[in-house]
């Protein structure tokens, strides 16, 4: 079931998408050659937990980290370490969630690493970009159809493949909530949006092909034909003044 929020509930997960969305703000100031995944992993715990909050992700179905770190190919749900090293003209994907006085914030972003080839510019862009569109759809009487139909044409357009696999998805006292949130759909299709929904909306995109594999570690999700991944992704609530982005901050 679709767990609508009122105005206090979206209240209190203002200040978990705020925590989370500074907390990954953060951790995309330590990006940097050199670097472990495991170092960014610890800024954001130490972030989270100073403001009072929990990482959503530590211990989730057993994950070992506070934040997913996916380098390159790797779609989602890379697991932080401190073998694993940033090298300049990698792109990083740092996926972050935050729960305080009962909800949980959700966002991610694409992060390049010195400098990046102009195909990895033009892919982190691309997800961005797909998200904007997405966001101009939910509203009062659209269908999720309309978020994930919106998604995968700007993808399409830009010469990219959106991952079927894995998903956007309501959010609040749950990490994930209905309904789910594909990034590819129908128009007019899914249930129908209204005020008080929040969801997690995050297009995952690949370079050569929407397929995805998941590695031996039980976690981390690659393209199947090793080709680069962007990952943009927000908590945004409907209300009755509109479109609120609780995890944007930069
Ligand atoms: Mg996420
Ligand atoms: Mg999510």
Known sequence: MIQIKNATQIQAMKKAGRITGEAL??????????????????????????????????????????????????????????????????????????FIDGFHGDSARTIPVGRVSPEAERLIAAAEESFRRAVEQFKEGNRIGDIGAAVEGCVSQAGYHVVRKYIGHGIGHDLHESPDVPNFGTPGRGPRICCGMTLAIEPMINVGTHLVRELDDGWTVVTEDGSLSAHYENTVALTPDGVINLTQVD
């Open 25 to 98: 703000l953060t951790a995309r100031e330590h990006v940097r050659p050199g670097v472990s995944t495991k170092y960014l992993d610890d800024v954001i715990r130490s972030y989270i937990e100073r403001a009072g909050a929990k990482p959503s992700f530590l211990g989730y179905a057993g994950f070992p980290g506070s934040a997913c770190i996916s380098i390159n190919d790797e779609v989602i749900h890379g697991i932080p370490s401190a073998k694993r090293i940033l090298e300049e003209g990698d792109i990083v994907k740092i996926d972050v969630g935050a």
